[in-house]
């Protein structure tokens, strides 16, 4: 499994950690050891722009999510085909914000909005109530367990 973390936003984080993140929810969703994910961290200006280009959206957002082979979980017994799953990309700055409203540490905000992004890329959605339900309570079952085993 090829992980790629990259930092351009100037914020310090811990990339080693967001990598063993991401393994971690992939192997739980069952992704094919041989599959490609980016993440990328970058600055407000940065994710203004991919936002107004890619969702017709004004002002940063928190991660967005760019699947490539629009690949899906796949099960204990079968995982998915290897492939190029896609870029997450995250705003440490918005981040941090929406930390300090929700009471909790930046570096918490940015691993669930990496796992929320993950999701997206194996296509999960909260469009609708229960598709919602369903996406929060993986992302937050994910998150606790890598917290746990850290």
């Known amino acids: 499994m090829s992980i790629e973390v990259n930092n351009e936003s100037g914020a310090v984080v811990d990339e080693a950690e967001f990598a063993a993140l991401a393994r971690h929810v992939l192997d739980a969703m069952h992704v094919h050891p ?3 994910l980016s993440i990328l ?21 928190d991660v967005l999510s760019f699947p490539m082979d629009e690949l899906r979980p796949g099960t204990d ?5 290897p492939g190029l799953l ?18 909790h540490s930046t570096t918490e905000e940015l691993l ?5 992004g993950i999701l997206h890329l194996l296509g999960y ?22 917290l746990a085993a850290r």
């Open 34 to 36: 041989q599959t490609d």
């Open 86 to 103: 896609g870029d997450v990309v995250l705003c440490p700055d918005v981040a941090a914000k929406q930390a300090r409203d929700a009471g």
């Open 112 to 116: 669930l909005l990496t796992t929320h």
């Open 41 to 61: 961290l970058v600055g407000v200006d940065v994710m203004t722009e991919l936002h107004v280009q890619w969702m017709d959206e004004p002002g940063p957002t």
């Open 125 to 146: 959605d909260h469009a609708e109530p229960e598709e919602e339900k369903e996406m929060f309570a993986l992302q937050r079952t994910l998150l606790l367990t890598f």
């Open 77 to 81: 017994g079968e995982p998915s085909p």
